[in-house]
C-alpha cells in the first residue's frame, strides 16, 4: 500500500531553518505531484508548495521555503528558512495522480502522510 513518511520536524528559534523529507512507498513516484501542506491549532489545513515538473507556492512562504524531490530516492522535501512563529503547525506531505498543473486543493490529493510538528519560538 501507499505510505508517505514525513522526517525532520522539530522546534526551531524564529529566523531558523528546518528541512523537512518524505519518503514515498507504493506509489510510481515519478508520476505523481507531491505537495506540502500544515495545519495549525483552531485552522484549517492550507496549501504550502507543490511539486510535479514546475514548483508552486503559497504567498505566504514564498521566497522562505523551496521545494524539491529526488526521483531515485522516492522523497521530497520542504527546506524552510527564515521561520516565523506563525509557521507553528502540523506540516503533511501529501501526493496526487496529477502531472503538469497546479495542485492546490486538499481533496485532489489522494495519499497523506501521518504529519510532523513543526514549533517555531519567538
Known amino acids: 500500500q501507499v505510505q508517505l513518511v514525513e522526517s525532520g520536524g522539530g522546534l526551531v528559534q524564529a529566523g531558523g531553518s528546518l528541512r523537512l523529507s518524505c519518503a514515498a512507498s507504493g506509489l510510481t513516484f515519478r508520476i505523481y505531484t507531491m505537495g506540502w501542506f500544515r495545519q495549525a491549532p483552531g485552522k484549517e489545513r492550507e496549501f504550502v508548495a507543490a511539486?510535479?515538473?514546475?514548483?508552486y507556492y503559497a504567498d505566504f512562504v514564498k521566497g522562505r521555503f523551496t521545494i524539491s524531490r529526488d526521483n531515485a530516492k522516492n522523497t521530497a522535501y520542504l527546506q524552510m528558512n527564515s521561520l516565523k512563529p506563525e509557521d507553528t503547525a502540523v506540516y503533511y506531505c501529501?501526493?496526487?495522480?496529477?502531472?503538469?498543473?497546479?495542485?492546490?486543493?486538499?481533496?485532489?490529493?489522494?495519499?497523506w502522510g501521518q504529519g510532523i510538528q513543526v514549533t517555531v519560538s519567538s
Open positions: 501529501a501526493a496526487a495522480q496529477i502531472w503538469g498543473r497546479a495542485v492546490f486543493r486538499r481533496d485532489e490529493y489522494a495519499y
Open positions: 511539486i510535479s515538473g514546475n514548483t
